[in-house]
């Protein structure tokens, strides 16, 4: 069938199902249907890549010309961008038709998408559960059969949660290997653009599309990208795979424990030998995050002011009215809360205690998995606690919301390349399985999860 017969029945059941789940925020129909026109075009002439046709739905937190970018936001929720973010463009280059933008945790704050503006998404696996966040939108729309692929950002777990709520696979490449430009930044030092799809095969194949070096990202790294379908098939013989004991013990759920170690058993099976490896800072982890990540966030998010771009209030009677009440409408209360405290970690006298420790345990975290690395290929866990959780059971209480990034984070403050893929299911929920590769190592993540699937 041609990409606009494929193309088509998606938009219908986009249109049919997604008032259940909320999980796209803008579908761009028209532009869909011209894209795959010329995409079968292409297919006809014979010069199609293996991407040419296949629809995408790209997270509202990328920059796409000519279409609302909003990032779940009300502070965005009137801008349109005048250029692509460089993913988008990549993706378009490759042929992928954009069925639109996906719902998302407000400026991607969040681990369950219930921060977003335009309201929460629910996970197809059960209407009262959460689907993970930020990038719930886009794990919800694969997993209900929306679409075969989408993008997300992860800055502490936000391909790698949702793609374990939700049951897909989603890959949070080192960082520097995907470019950040266009995209509306959160953290800048733990930003990173990643694939979600069913498979990992689906993601390698996105992934040859996505990375490669930015002239106008100045933290995108410069280094050839190999074929990530290459290896796939790459027998797991001799693989040594670390299991951090940290990530074992008190506050993993039993069952969940149970399915993860099955899933390893099976990697057992194909010729991988465990190994235990310890990751002795991994209790500095979430309090290390939830320094650095406002305190980047305070300063990014000091560009919406109500003048160039975005909300503004009605009426403002100074400058300083104008700049407030076009920042307190704008964002939403964890927003709000983010820039609080990254302001208070970022203040003269508070520097030293808060932000300048968060740096030095940073280092001290990252240098536990370099150290794992000496003795092991990959390192493998969970990727969360349990399985989703229950919509509103959480998001009045913001620790108990950030313990669930607990196995997530401690991979974006090292810059590591991370998979989440499904593990088993719990319950009637899915559980992910994380895999923690070294710098740049993407292809054999891509590998042990293609063996896996
Ligand atoms: N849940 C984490 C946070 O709220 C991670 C979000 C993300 O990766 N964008 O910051």
Not at 85 to 101: C, F, I, P, S, Y
Not at 384 to 407: C, H, Q, R, W
């Amino acid at each position: 069938f041609s990409s606009q017969e494929l193309t088509s029945s998606l938009l219908q059941r986009i249109e049919q199902l997604d008032g259940q789940y909320n999980s796209f925020l803008t579908v761009s129909k028209d532009q869909a249907l011209a894209m795959a026109k010329a995409a079968d075009a292409q297919l006809a002439s014979g010069n199609a890549g293996p991407l040419t046709g296949i629809p995408i739905a790209h997270k509202d937190v990328f920059c796409t010309q000519g279409v609302r970018t909003s990032c779940a936001s009300r502070m965005l929720d009137n801008f349109i961008p005048p250029y692509d973010a460089t993913v988008v463009r990549q993706l378009n280059e490759a042929g992928t038709v954009m069925l639109g933008k996906t719902n998302m945790d407000e400026f991607a704050m969040g681990s369950s998408n219930e921060s977003s503006y335009y309201g929460a998404v629910s996970n197809p696996w059960g209407s009262t559960l959460v689907p993970g966040g930020s990038s719930g939108g886009s794990a919800a729309a694969i997993a209900a059969g929306l679409t075969p692929a989408a993008t997300g950002t992860d800055t502490g777990g936000s391909i790698r949660q949702p793609a374990a709520f939700c049951g897909i696979t989603g890959l949070k490449p080192t960082y520097g290997r995907v470019s950040r430009l266009g995209m509306v930044a959160y953290a800048s030092s733990l930003d990173q653009a990643g694939p979600m799809a069913r498979s990992a095969e689906d993601c390698a194949l996105l992934l040859n599309a996505m990375a490669g070096h930015d002239p106008l990202d100045s933290t995108s790294a410069a280094r050839a990208v190999p074929d990530y379908c290459a290896d796939l098939n790459r027998p797991l013989e001799g693989l040594r795979i670390g299991l951090p004991k940290e990530y074992f013990g008190d506050g993993l759920d039993s069952t969940t424990a149970a399915c993860i170690e099955s899933a390893l058993k099976e990697l057992e099976q194909q010729g991988a030998t465990l190994v235990e490896v310890s990751l002795a800072h991994a209790n500095l982890t979430i309090p290390t995050y939830y320094i650095v990540a406002p305190a980047e966030a305070s300063t990014n998010l000091s560009r919406f002011d109500g003048v160039r771009y975005g909300h503004r209030c009605d009426a403002p009677s100074d400058l300083d009215d104008l700049y407030t009440r076009s920042r307190e409408e704008g964002f939403g209360d964890e927003v709000k809360l983010r820039i609080l405290v990254g302001t208070y970690a970022l203040s003269a006298g508070y520097y030293e205690a808060y932000y300048r420790k968060a740096q030095q345990a940073r280092r001290l975290i990252k240098d536990d998995f370099m150290n794992s690395f000496q003795q092991v290929d990959i390192i493998a866990g969970p990727t969360t606690p349990g399985p989703a959780f229950a919509l509103g059971s959480k998001n009045n209480d913001p620790v108990s919301m950030y313990l669930e990034d607990i196995y997530t984070l401690a991979v974006n403050l090292a810059g590591l390349p991370a998979m989440s893929l499904p593990a088993g299911l719990v319950e009637g929920k899915p559980v992910g399985l994380q895999l923690i590769g070294q710098h740049f190592d993407e292809s054999r993540l891509l590998n042990v999860a293609h063996r896996f699937q």
